[in-house]
């Protein structure tokens, strides 16, 4: 079958690579990909977001399967778009991804907080606020204790989320996000949240809108330095599986979270098909959710598909005809590490263009490289953004794999290039 992934980084190469794995594979395309992506697929310039354009795309190359990579064009609505060329048309293109209304879910904080609510779902306490109730923020601010979370309601690429101990900071972060439009559109709603205490923890499903599956557990590094120092950024590693992930804590988060998502979701109306990221809390043993989004994570992607023994398009298939039941999953048991190489100045300003070396060293069974900010600069591979290698290793351990993903990391090269070298180790000193 031909197969159409919408995405450039580098969940979308682990997409790609998995995909051209598949005996069912007939063509790959990815719209816009990267330099990584060109070498198991085809890369086609075309913009996510131009559904129409995505259409034309679709029957000009007889694509069967569309898999949207990020939130993007599943909040903008591209599942929704393509289920309606399907009726008018009579065609039968499936579509990995959940609806536009079910996208609400990382698309809008106060959308998900309010599931939350009305499923009884274990979260951190919150008030949503806009430029109507402004004063019952300042009300809410004063009946919390420090620090203080603010997340603008709507997509901010990452960068909606703002945390201060400071009091006065936090009013004046609310009034500049909703009266000063800080991040746009995107926070003239935010939602003020209390601060959860523990370690977070990834948790992703797949659904096709009746039956689930658990892909499996990880945790992400977010910030730039070692030691959760400096400013956030789109990952800068992760691990899978979370060693305290075990068969209890699992089963909370299947039964007090996961279920009740789907059926509230059903009860309003909407099934939920595709990937479903929960972004958790382990608070003293007991789940607690921070956020969803609405497709796989990045870095965790990156950790978990490794992993994954099944065959991706009997994945993807499985959510598109709605029949993930039929799926065999088999994860291997081993850990998997992954360390970001990343520009010098990310998550700030960075300078692309810079040639990468040493891409061609790797050549291992249990290791894996996957691009992320990479094009192809006169015939070479070079950097096309922050975050822009991702090398992963598979082993007995968490301690092995990290070092041999260290060891891949030391062996790629450009300049200024930048990486944590402590990824995993606070959860190998929880193991002591």
């Known amino acids: ?45 075309l913009n996510p977001l131009d559904f129409q354009s995505v259409w034309s795309f679709i029957t000009e190359n007889q694509i069967e399967l569309v898999v949207p990579g990020n939130e993007d064009p599943l909040v903008a609505g591209v599942t929704d778009f393509i289920e309606a060329q399907n009726s008018k048309y009579g065609t039968s293109v499936l579509v990995a991804g959940p609806s536009k209304y079910a ?33 019952e923020g300042i009300q809410f601010l004063d009946e919390l204790e420090a620090p203080y979370v603010l997340k603008a309601d709507g997509l901010a690429a990452g960068k ?4 201060t101990d400071d009091k006065n900071e936090a009013q004046t972060i609310l009034s500049d996000m909703i009266k000063g439009e800080m991040f746009g559109a995107a926070s003239s709603t935010v939602v003020i949240e209390e601060f959860l205490k523990g370690i977070e923890i990834s948790v992703f499903v797949v659904s096709d809108g009746n ?31 979370v060693p305290f992930a075990d068969q209890e804590f699992m089963d909370k988060v299947k039964s007090q979270i996961v279920e009740p998502t789907l059926k509230t979701l059903q009860d309003r109306g909407y099934d939920y098909r595709g990937f479903l990221f929960l972004g958790l809390m382990n608070h003293n043993g007991d789940p607690k959710v921070i956020e969803y989004n609405v497709r796989m994570g990045d870095p965790e992607t990156e950790a978990i598909f490794p992993r994954l023994k099944t065959d991706m398009l009997d994945l993807l298939l499985g959510i598109g005809n709605k029949d993930i039941s039929s799926v065999e999953f088999d994860l291997d048991e081993r850990t998997a ?6 520009s010098e100045g990310y998550p700030g300003t960075i300078e692309k263009g810079r040639l990468i070396s040493g891409l061609e060293a790797i050549n291992n069974d249990n290791s894996f490289v996957f691009h992320a900010g990479t094009t192809l600069k006169d015939g070479m591979v070079a950097t096309n953004g922050g975050r822009v290698i991702a090398v992963t290793s598979l082993a007995s351990d968490i301690q092995n794999a990290v070092e041999a993903s260290m060891k891949l990391a030391d062996k790629i090269d450009f300049q200024g290039k930048f990486y944590r070298k402590d990824i995993g180790q606070d959860l190998i000193s929880l193991q002591k």
């Open 211 to 241: 039956n689930y599956q658990i892909l499996g557990s990880a945790k992400d590094y977010k910030r730039i330095f070692e030691g959760d120092q400096g400013p956030n950024t789109g990952g800068m590693g992760a691990i899978s599986p």
């Open 1 to 45: 079958m031909n197969v159409l992934l919408l995405g450039s980084g580098g969940r979308e190469h682990a997409f790609a690579h998995f995909i051209s794995k598949s005996k069912k594979l007939s063509k790959l395309f990815i719209a816009p990909g990267n330099a990584g992506t060109q070498l198991v697929g085809v890369n086609v310039v």
């Open 160 to 163: 909606g989320v703002l945390i």
């Open 337 to 342: 590490a992954t360390v970001f190489l990343v």
């Open 103 to 135: 996208s609400q879910l990382e698309g809008s904080k106060s959308f998900s907080k309010d599931l939350m609510s009305e499923a009884g779902i274990p979260t951190a306490r919150f008030k949503t606020i806009n430029g109507h109730n402004f004063q």
